[in-house]
């Protein structure tokens, strides 16, 4: 069995109704920052903030009454949790979910919200995965698979008709790979409907789950590791997505951490919307390789926004130091009365915001009559902060960042 074409446009007439048609929109910021015409497909604005809802719900759609009324089970990090639960309530379908420990705290939230019966077990999706396939056995359940499935595919393919539809001149669509759904769904719409477009995966570098299949190379028990991108932060990629999407892939890149984080940074503050790591993977693939993409109408999606606001609020003020907007600058001068007050007037009127200041006296490398602070600043970008370094310096109070 494979995935048709025929397939994908089948659960588009299922799904219509039943989910958000999402935008595909121009993106001339993003545009001009990456050097690519840039399209931004906004699948964070399903109801469950995610584009999963389209493969879990194809395939509640197709199952008998008899299955259906015995219920479902699926394991999942979050978002596919989140649509088949959700859709599953609304259909009357009893639905369990089994999820890894490590799973963000605001989507374990979201799946009790919705009805599921949580089952928190394992270090990563494999050993989810494994539990719930117990379960099912045990309860005689039906298990939805999160990407391994042709119907869950379909469902997915459908993010490429909308996206090709709204913008037919897209080139390049670069797409987040985990288990291999999405990727799977995509590219055969996309290459049944534009022979010419060019399918691009991307994987976390900490997972190259795809990338090592594609060499050959066994790599299940040696990938892994903390990736803000947890929602394609698989160690083995489907058997049948692999068949699937292999064919259909032009070529395969792994992104570093601090792409994915730059990604998120940047759909907040130009776009004025909330990705997740996994959900930002597009966008990082072209601030990683811009000589790849730089020219070329590429499609991105929004794969989901489902991330804890702690997390977020961190990634963003991470951002703020790498662009040298947050610095923290080490001050050493005599400990003398007004010695703070000078700096703090001299960073004022230079019309930097100062954070916090540590004050450190006892230093064994400062002198015994000296004192050591540092000032964390905030500043409109690097230059600035530069012109307040530089104004520091010339009144005798030279800083160092740290």
């Known amino acids: 069995m494979t995935l048709s074409f025929d397939d994908i446009l089948a659960a588009k007439q299922r799904l219509q109704g039943h989910i958000e048609r999402t935008p595909c ?59 088949l639960s959700y859709h599953a309530a609304r259909l009357g379908i009893p639905v369990t979910i089994v999820m890894p420990k490590a799973t963000p705290f605001v989507k374990v939230q979201q799946t009790r919200a919705h009805g599921a019966e949580v089952v928190i077990d394992g270090d990563g999706y494999d050993e989810a995965s494994a539990t719930a396939r117990r379960i099912c056995e045990e309860r005689g359940l039906t298990f939805v698979h999160p990407f391994d499935d042709l119907d869950v595919m379909a469902g997915q393919g459908t993010v490429a008709l909308e996206m090709l539809e709204d913008a037919p001149d897209l080139e ?133 926004g489902n991330i804890d606001t702690r997390l977020l609020a961190s990634v963003l003020t991470r951002e703020l130091v790498r662009e040298s907007r947050i610095v923290s600058l080490r001050i050493i001068g005599d400990d003398r009365p007004g010695l703070l007050a000078n700096v703090s007037a001299i960073i004022g009127l230079m019309g930097a915001n100062i954070i916090e200041v540590a004050h450190n006296r006892l230093a064994l490398d400062v002198p015994a009559k000296g004192a050591e602070f540092d000032v964390m600043i905030e500043t409109r970008d690097a230059q600035h902060t530069q012109e307040v370094m530089d104004a520091l310096r010339e009144r005798g109070y030279p800083p160092r960042v740290v």
Not at 209 to 238: D, W
């Open 25 to 83: 929109r121009h993106s001339r910021t993003l545009s001009e920052i990456t050097g690519a015409e840039v399209w931004v497909k906004f699948e964070n604005l399903q109801f469950t903030a995610a584009y999963k809802e389209r493969g879990a719900l194809n395939k509640l759609l197709q199952l008998e009454p008899d299955v259906a009324k015995r219920g479902v089970i699926a394991a999942s990090a979050g978002n596919h949790s989140q649509g």
């Open 172 to 304: 390049v669509l670069p797409i987040p790979i985990g288990g291999g759904g999405l990727i799977a769904g995509m590219a055969t719409a996309a290459k049944h409907m534009k022979t010419d477009i060019k399918v691009v995966g991307v994987e976390p570098a900490m997972f190259p789950s795809f990338t090592a299949k594609m060499r050959g190379v066994h790599m299940a028990q040696n990938v892994g590791g903390s990736t803000i991108a947890e929602g394609i932060a698989v160690k083995q990629v489907g058997e049948q997505t692999y068949g699937v999407a292999r064919p259909l892939i032009d070529e395969v890149l792994l992104i570093e951490e601090p792409y994915f984080e730059r990604g998120i940074a940047l759909y907040t503050n130009v776009e004025k919307t909330v990705a997740e790591g996994a959900g930002a993977a597009s966008l990082a693939a072209l601030l990683a390789y811009p000589e790849r993409f730089r020219g070329k109408k590429c499609g991105l999606v929004i794969t989901g």
